[in-house]
């Protein structure tokens, strides 16, 4: 069984910073590609970013310059760093991880967390 477990959000105010995190655990074998998405009320749930087991990374237009993912393979776990917070930020965040468990090395599972609620005020 792998679990992701997010941690950080909060209530900010417009122009803040908040940091999220999001730790897997379980019988893992290696972790793919990590990322975090975002669904706000009445929208689809949508891509925030993404970052490879290299490190490689790509985030949505309305995020870049303001949010960075970064990831720590030693913990499994993924950041993102959010700046200059806006309004329209306010969603909850999913992590996400694609994880090849110990059991079935040769095979990926999509992994989706609990999601962490982050709202911004103006």
């Known amino acids: 069984q792998v679990q992701l477990v997010e941690s950080g959000g909060g209530l900010v105010q417009a122009g803040e910073s908040l940091r999220l995190s999001c730790a897997a655990s379980?019988?893992?074998?290696?972790?793919?590609?990590m990322g975090w998405y975002r669904q706000a009320p009445g929208k689809q749930r949508e891509l925030v970013a993404i970052?490879?087991?290299?490190?490689?990374?790509n985030s949505a237009d309305s995020v870049k310059g303001r949010f960075t993912i970064s990831r720590d393979n030693a913990k499994n776990t993924v950041y993102l760093q959010m700046n200059s917070l806006k309004p329209e930020d306010t969603a909850v965040y999913y992590c996400?991880?694609?994880?090849?468990?110990?059991?079935?090395?040769?095979?990926?599972?999509?992994?989706w967390g609990q999601g962490t609620l982050v709202t911004v005020s103006s």
């Open positions: 970052i490879s087991s290299g490190g490689s990374t």
């Open positions: 996400n991880a694609l994880v090849s468990p110990i059991a079935t090395p040769n095979r990926y599972l999509e992994v």
């Open positions: 379980g019988s893992i074998f290696s972790i793919n590609a």
